[in-house]
């Protein structure tokens, strides 16, 4: 069986930064794409972030130039470098991670979720 377990949401203040973690367990064959979901209340969950199992990253607008994105394949996990954040980051955020469990089956994973809330 496999898990994803996030960590380092939190409050902080408007500016201010934090650091997600994501970490992939379980019978684990490969690790392919993986990206972080938000979800702000009364709306849908969104995907801003992606990182491919080369290290290719694309972003959505509104986080560009302020989060980063990055993985380590050995690990089987991934992170997320968050500055200048603002009180719309406010969210819940979900790790997701399209892993493989052998060589002929990928399933799509989601870790639990983390809430940030930006806020003074």
């Known amino acids: 069986q496999v898990q994803l377990v996030e960590s380092g949401g939190g409050l902080v203040q408007p500016g201010g930064s934090l650091r997600l973690s994501c970490a992939a367990s379980g019978s684990i064959f490969s690790v392919y794409t993986m990206g972080w979901y938000r979800q702000a209340p009364g709306k849908q969950r969104e995907l801003f972030a992606g990182?491919?199992?080369?290290?290719?990253?694309n972003y959505a607008d509104y986080v560009k130039g302020r989060f980063t994105i990055s993985r380590d394949n050995a690990k089987n996990t991934m992170s997320l470098q968050m500055n200048s954040l603002a009180p719309e980051d406010t969210a819940v955020y979900y790790c997701?991670?399209?892993?493989?469990?052998?060589?002929?089956?990928?399933?799509?994973?989601w870790g639990q979720g983390t809430q940030v809330t930006v806020s003074s």
């Open positions: 997701n991670a399209h892993i493989a469990i052998t060589i002929a089956t990928i399933n799509n994973y």
């Open positions: 990182i491919t199992s080369g290290g290719r990253t």
